[in-house]
């Protein structure tokens, strides 16, 4: 009885520390000094979404934007900005390099929006999650006595995420994250079927957030 | 009593589920769209909205039906507002009151849309292909401009298949917006006519002003 207990706990503790995901997260900074943020200012995160074959989703997004309002950073809502600049921030219109973007802004409507919503920094969001691998099989039956499931399944997934932060001020290049998440999931099929969900895209969106949100200082205006 | 909560909730739970898997998609478009953020040119136009175009409903294949009409129209009404200082919407040719204006009867040509069966990939795709007759007052014609506009949304678990094509079609609208305002004053007849336009109403401008 205490060897089969033993059993089901190794058992349980080897799949739950395989259902922890390995993220690894690069960072580049032009200097090493934190982004300076008036307290009046605020970010905008958008996601990427000229990409043929993916989309860098919402929820990814409003996540990442959860995990940074932290720390007095004020960060407005990626639907609020793309249709209060309607349309030149759609798929089509939105602008892909700083060349771009200069020439946007100079446009005194567009620039006046801007200030508007105090909008001092971009950060745009790129990426997806994909799984990569599965394997196993898991057949589920059902009868007048009752049913249940029987089996084993896995899969692999792999976050890929990218963040490049733009200066809407000066118009530059303020840095640049890069998030990748990779994990295994599992579901066993014994009688109800059980499942090990690795959060992946979870702990890409947590630790990108976390570590954007290291990139500003808010100053207060007394401190200017 | 149990046992008869428990069937009824297990038919509810059956229909959520088999709802949820239909393959038929039926899509009203019921949003509005943001103003656009341009300075419109000194220009007139009358946008003529027949009703096939305000009433018109998508069939892109047996199973999926979007009313698209009053959005569209709803959309343009917006972008246009954007691209002319002086506007007018009619829903005939016969209604307009404008003198020296753009006409534009906006028409669609086709509607398409693909689902992840379909193109093997995770998004829900649709595809407006618009066209712009435009012509002058008196009914000379100027151009004809062919505008496509394309929307996708991702395909999310036990999402509906209504509700992700009902988002492609929003955003291929917004898109459509998008290439009006980009690309309108870039049509060659257009950018032709509106520098007329602007060199007629300067010699008028100096008739007034001479004695």
Redesign the interface.
């Known amino acids: 009885m205490k060897l089969s207990r033993l059993l089901l706990l190794l058992l349980t503790t080897i799949i739950i520390a395989g259902c922890s995901a390995t993220t690894t997260i690069d960072e580049y900074r032009p200097t090493g000094e934190a982004i300076a943020l008036n307290e009046d200012d605020r970010i905008v995160l958008l996601g990427r ?1 000229d990409a043929g ?3 860098t ?1 919402r929820e990814f997004i409003s996540c990442v934007g959860e995990k940074m309002k932290g720390g007095d950073i004020r960060v407005l809502p990626e639907q609020e900005f793309i ?6 921030f ?4 939105a602008p892909k390099g700083l060349l771009r973007l200069k020439r946007l802004m100079q446009d005194s ?2 620039k006046d ?1 801007v200030n508007k919503l105090s909008i001092r920094y971009l950060v745009w969001l790129d990426g997806s999650t994909e799984t990569l691998d599965s394997g196993g099989s898991m057949s589920c039956a059902i009868g007048p006595g009752g049913g249940g499931c029987f089996g084993f399944a896995q899969w692999d997934k792999l976050s890929v995420y990218e963040a490049i932060v733009w200066d809407l001020q000066d118009l530059t290049e303020k840095g640049r994250l890069r998030v990748d998440s990779e994990g295994t999931s599992y579901l066993i099929g014994a009688v109800a079927p059980i499942p090990f969900l690795t959060p992946v895209k979870s702990d890409a969106c947590a630790s990108l957030g976390n570590q954007l949100k290291g990139f500003f200082t808010v100053q207060s205006n007394a401190e200017q | 009593m149990f046992t008869i909560k428990m069937k009824m909730f297990a038919t509810v739970l059956s229909l959520i589920v088999l709802s949820g898997c239909s393959s038929s998609a039926s899509v009203q478009l019921t949003n509005d769209f943001p103003q656009v953020l341009a300075k419109p040119k000194p220009l007139s136009a009358a946008i003529v909205f027949e009703p096939s175009f305000s009433n018109y409903v998508a069939r892109p294949n047996e199973k999926t039906e979007i009313d698209i009409g009053s959005a569209q129209v709803r959309l343009l009404r917006n972008a246009f507002a954007g691209l002319f200082s002086n506007l007018e919407f009619v829903a005939s040719r016969e209604e307009i009151t404008l003198d020296r204006a753009l006409v534009i009867i906006p028409s669609i040509r086709e509607v398409q849309v693909s689902v992840p069966s379909d193109n093997y990939l995770n998004v829900f795709e649709v595809w407006i292909k618009y066209n712009l007759d435009l012509e002058t007052t008196d009914g000379d014609p100027i151009d004809s401009w062919f505008m496509p506009a394309y929307g996708k949304t991702p395909d999310a678990f036990m999402a509906s298949k209504s509700a992700a094509i009902g988002e492609a079609a929003i955003i291929a609208l917004r898109d459509a917006g998008a290439k009006l305002m980009l690309d309108f004053y870039r049509i060659p007849t257009v950018n032709n006519w509106a520098i007329e336009e602007r060199r007629k109403a300067r010699q008028a401008n100096i008739r007034e002003v001479s004695p």
């Open positions: 979404r074959h993916y989309e989703d249709d209060a600049i309607y349309p030149w759609e798929p089509r219109t409507s567009i929006e």
